[in-house]
């Protein structure tokens, strides 16, 4: 029989996560959509406790303690290991108390193993504990997280048959999941009931989350209704209720109307944050009146409140869409006049500059700059040069990037992969092509639709079909369903070498629905040998025809150097600041020549004026 002692405080920074062999609950690595184990103790259904403290229901310290730890790594991101916490502390025969069933719940949750949760109101009880509201909440609102409603609302049933009386965050929880799902006149049943209930009361979160429903849906109409009763009830609109209407006349092209919620905000005595001045300047961007969008950055500074790299970046993006350079300009002026500092986005902003217009040791240098600047690149500044170094008929320096990806600690996305497996096929090189793809797989990056696709393209213009078509059922062992345009890649790549028959034979199966790799005329190994009897080169002219991947432009824009270089000359400085931000985020990179030529165009608008800030 085990006495529980007192923790020692050093446990909690040298604690290991015990080893899975452990672990009584037997948890599964694997997505519940393949596999979904429950969460039970390891011996019988309920945890018997062989601590004398535990027996007692005293409060037992070493629980105490264990749930603490739980807390501290699902706050680290590390749920697993909380699991295995919770494992080791039934192993050891101690009993979890309803605070660390919650908390196990918060780990489940984080896992997205929904299913496992389900189970543990029957263990709990069983275990001689009567759930309590804030379990039941933990449970609704990891079901309402995950757009399961449903399950959401069986668990609120049991949790008023079991006598627990709901609260107001357990009817916030089901609103908000009701929300998410497009179902906001469900969010306004509940709020009618809630009404009815006299121990729990809407509280303004209340509100806003039924204005936010409504709002998703874009009826403004009835938001502002929820608001006219949200004030009849004694309660009076806040910041976040301003933003979240304020959103949904910018999205619905309105911004205009969003601006205007800042006299009722400071009617009310309410003061607007960067939020509300960040979905205002955004709104006018994306609406191209970028005329009031830079009126009311300038507006910012008599409201007291700073512009942020959110607003600057949303500035410097809109006046590239509409090519006012004059306009980049003075947003690129206000920024130093307010201080505001690059990070990782706006140095790849610049990047995709000298990227798109061909000029990679410069696009490599504003990199090596953002490095010494101490800002860590991510996955979307190496697909920026992944891009660049394709577009210049480079595949190999974009390969290499995979190592300088490992030294920085950044995993390797499908979206680079796919660029530079499009890098070499657009050589005509398709071992080096195969080589990343088996190097992608070695790693766990799972190929998407356009990585096969690219190789296929690639093994068409290599004149090797065959090799095209086998891509079909390495395809359907990943999962991964192809399409008509993946079969039309294929029968493309047949009618190149002069075998018409095999290509129609692949447009037959995709008009059948049936995406097969068998040949039933002629069998793919004599199909080969009598096309290598035809002694047919690969040629590489037309590399520009696969759809949607990146390709080389040995050239670049002529336009688009000659004026950099003028910029150059005129600001001899290696650390610049050029305006560009044409992507924000990680967007897929693949590019066809429409977009090419008017990138090349574009920028050699824009570059010939474009001011250069120095960065200290």
Same mark, same amino acid.
């Given at each position: ?38 969460? =039970? ?24 303690? +264990? ?7 699902? &706050? ?21 108390? $309803? $605070? ?9 949750? +984080? ?14 009880? &069983? ?85 936010? #429903? ?8 009835? #938001? ?69 969008? $830079? ?85 979307? #500044? ?87 078509? &086998? ?40 008009? +059948? ?18 096309? +290598? ?25 002529? #336009? ?37 030529? =008017? ?18």
């Amino acid at each position: 029989m085990c006495v529980c002692m007192f923790t020692n405080p050093q446990f909690f920074n040298h604690a290991k996560p015990i080893s899975p062999s452990f672990l009584p609950l037997q948890v599964s690595h694997i997505h519940e959509e393949d596999q979904s184990p429950s969460v =039970t103790p390891s011996t019988d259904s309920e945890v018997k406790s062989k601590c004398v403290v535990c027996l007692g229901n005293n409060g037992c310290r070493t629980v105490h303690a +264990r749930t603490k730890l739980m807390n501290i790594l699902i &706050e680290k991101g590390k749920p697993q290991e909380a699991l295995s916490i919770f494992n080791s502390l039934t192993e050891e025969g101690h009993k979890p108390t $309803l $605070l660390t069933y919650t908390t196990l719940v918060s780990a489940l949750t +984080r896992q997205k193993r929904y299913k496992s949760i389900t189970a543990l109101i029957s263990e709990v009880e &069983e275990n001689g504990l009567k759930p309590d509201s804030i379990l039941f909440n933990a449970m609704i609102n990891a079901f309402s997280e995950s757009g399961n409603v449903k399950e959401a609302m069986k668990i609120f049933q049991k949790m008023k048959k079991s006598g627990c009386k709901p609260t107001t965050s357990t009817f916030n929880t089901l609103m908000k999941g009701y929300g998410n799902i497009g179902k906001a006149d469900e969010s306004s049943k509940l709020l009618d009931l809630m009404l009815q209930d006299e121990n729990a009361q809407p509280n303004d979160r209340t509100y806003n989350i039924l204005i936010r #429903a409504w709002c998703n849906k874009k009826n403004i109409k009835e #938001a502002w209704n929820v608001v006219y009763r949200m004030v009849a009830s004694g309660m009076y609109p806040d910041v976040v209720t301003y933003n979240t209407i304020a959103r949904a006349y910018a999205q619905n092209g309105e911004t205009y109307r969003a601006e205007q919620m800042i006299f009722e905000m400071q009617n009310n005595k309410v003061a607007p944050n960067e939020r509300s001045c960040g979905i205002i300047v955004t709104g006018y961007c994306k609406e191209g009146n970028m005329t009031e969008a $830079l009126r009311f950055a300038y507006r910012m500074k008599e409201l007291g409140v700073q512009p942020n790299l959110v607003v600057f970046n949303s500035l410097i993006k809109g006046f590239l869409d509409v090519t006012d350079t004059d306009g980049v300009d003075e947003a690129l002026t206000l920024m130093e006049e307010f201080g505001v500092k690059p990070d990782v986005i706006t140095f790849s902003t610049i990047m995709n500059a000298w990227s798109s217009a061909g000029l990679m040791d410069k696009c490599q240098e504003i990199f090596d700059d953002m490095v010494k600047a101490g800002i860590e690149p991510d996955a979307h #500044a190496f697909s920026i040069l992944a891009k660049g170094y394709v577009r210049a008929g480079e595949p190999g320096e974009a390969e290499s990037l995979l190592d300088s990806m490992s030294k920085f600690g950044v995993h390797p996305n499908v979206v680079i992969f796919t660029t530079i497996i499009s890098g070499w096929c657009s050589a005509g090189k398709m071992e080096h092509a195969a080589r990343v793809y088996e190097k992608m797989c070695e790693i766990g990056v799972s190929a998407n639709l356009t990585t096969y696709e690219t190789l296929i393209w690639g093994y068409g213009e290599a004149k090797q079909p065959w090799k095209a078509e &086998e891509l079909l059922q390495v395809m359907q062992e990943k999962g991964i369903s192809a399409e008509r345009s993946t079969m039309q890649l294929v029968a493309d790549a047949w009618r190149a070498i002069g075998l018409p028959s095999e290509a129609r034979r692949i447009v037959k199966n995709v008009d +059948r629905g049936a995406a097969s790799n068998k040949t039933d005329e002629i069998p793919a190994e004599s199909l080969e040998k009598a096309y +290598r009897k035809q002694n047919l080169t690969a040629p590489y002219s037309n590399l520009l025809q696969i759809p949607g991947v990146a390709i080389p432009d040995q050239n670049g824009s002529s #336009a688009a150097k000659t004026s950099i270089q003028m910029a150059l000359k005129k600001y001899n400085s290696s650390s610049m600041f050029l305006a560009r931000a044409s992507i924000f985020g990680v967007l897929p990179v693949t590019v066809c020549r429409k977009q090419l030529t =008017t990138m090349d165009t574009m920028h050699g608008q824009f570059v010939n004026s474009c001011k250069l800030v120095f960065i200290n």
